[in-house]
């Protein structure tokens, strides 16, 4: 395998007034393609900080960020925003959908930036809803779906620009014990197809469905263990309406 992911030395210090707060304090730290890889750590860890910094969201202080083997950790808002676009993917614990429209117009939503055409758009997020289990409900809106459906509409979402990288904050934190193993599924099957996928959670069960484990505490990785993922064996979904029962929904 090549590196996708490779930090050197990151820092990342907030100063809120007179007082500076180091949420990173030298994280050095290699993702290989394909890997999938649990960042954990309680509150204030520096686990959301460092996921901001890989999926370009922020820039470090210090250090050296590669991407796909390009330096972005000093890059300006544009072209961070061209390599969010073309190279990650986001997936994250509220859905993040727009109320108001559909389920297929939110997956075509990155795409709007793409220079794709209409009916280029339409197809490739009819796709990656294909591809989640829920081409049948692409003109449904998020308040006609269930919890676990949103999250699969919002992977749908993360993958219809074809990224490198997913990265998925707290992506079950939303979801009852089931869901999130449908959920986690999903995740696992976008790594066998060779997407890097970077998971920050703060549940021990979600964790050991990843291959590899990174434990951050006040700024630093304080282990980085390999291991033998558990596989996420989901049951398989309810007819129409009965996985928001499930679920305990409207």
Known sequence: MTALIELHD??????????????????????EDG???????????GKSTLMNVLGCLDRPTRGAYRLAGEEVSR????????????????????????????ALENVELPLLYSGLGARDRHARA??????????????????????????????ARAIVGRPRLVLADEPTGNLD?????????????????????????HEPDIAEYAGRVITMK???????????????????????????AAEGRP
Do not use: C
Request: zero cysteines.
């Open 10 to 31: 990151i820092a990342k210090t907030y100063r809120m007034g007179d007082v500076s707060v180091e949420a990173l304090r030298g994280v050095t730290l290699t993702i």
């Open 35 to 45: 890997e999938f890889v649990a960042i954990m750590g309680a509150s204030g860890s």
């Open 75 to 102: 890059l300006g808002p544009e072209a961070l925003a061209r390599i969010r676009n073309r190279t990650i993917g986001f997936v994250f614990q509220s859905f993040n959908l727009l109320s108001r429209t559909s």
């Open 126 to 155: 009819t796709e990656a809803l294909r591809q989640v289990g829920l081409a049948e409900r692409a003109g449904h809106h998020p308040n006609q779906m269930s919890g676990g459906q949103q999250q699969r509409v919002a992977i």
């Open 177 to 201: 014990s089931r869901t999130s193993v449908e959920v986690i599924a999903l995740l696992q099957a976008l790594g066998r197809s060779g997407i890097t996928v970077v998971l920050v959670t």
């Open 218 to 244: 006040d700024g630093l990785i304080r282990s980085d263990e390999r291991r033998k993922a558990r596989i996420a064996a989901p049951r398989a979904e309810a007819p129409e309406g009965g996985a928001a």
